[in-house]
């Protein structure tokens, strides 16, 4: 069984940059899509960005620019670069694992869940 581990939050002021990363176990994250997805309180869960076992990327409009997301298949580990935050960009962030190799941005479309990690932008 897949198992996704996120780390990396925390409190930043506007305009600051965090880092987050989504570490797997029990099977290697190379061969599939992994998505980055976020919830505000009292919003639906939203897509932020994925990577494709290819390595193409995908990005919400809201976030294109300033966040980057790569991997680092020695480490079993993706990673979230987001540069440039927003207080709109405060939520928990899920990685979450689509075994189909898709580039979608639908929480449907992935199979796999870690467990969020808060990140809160504010001054």
């Known amino acids: 069984q897949l198992q996704l581990v996120e780390s990396g939050g925390g409190l930043v002021q506007p305009g600051g940059s965090l880092r987050l990363s989504c570490i797997g176990s029990?099977?290697?994250?190379?061969?599939?899509?992994i998505g980055w997805f976020r919830q505000a309180p009292g919003k639906e869960r939203e897509g932020v960005s994925c990577?494709?076992?290819?390595?193409?990327?995908k990005y919400a409009d809201s976030v294109k620019g300033r966040f980057t997301m790569s991997r680092d298949n020695a480490k079993n580990t993706v990673y979230l670069q987001m540069n440039s935050l927003k207080p709109e960009d405060t939520g928990v962030y899920y990685c979450?694992?689509?075994?189909?190799?898709?580039?979608?941005?639908?929480?449907?479309?992935?199979?796999?869940w870690g467990q969020g990690t808060q990140v809160t932008v504010s001054s």
């Open positions: 979450a694992a689509d075994s189909l190799d898709n580039l979608g941005l639908k929480t449907y479309e992935y199979n796999y």
């Open positions: 029990g099977y290697t994250l190379e061969y599939y899509t």
């Open positions: 990577i494709s076992a290819g390595e193409r990327t």
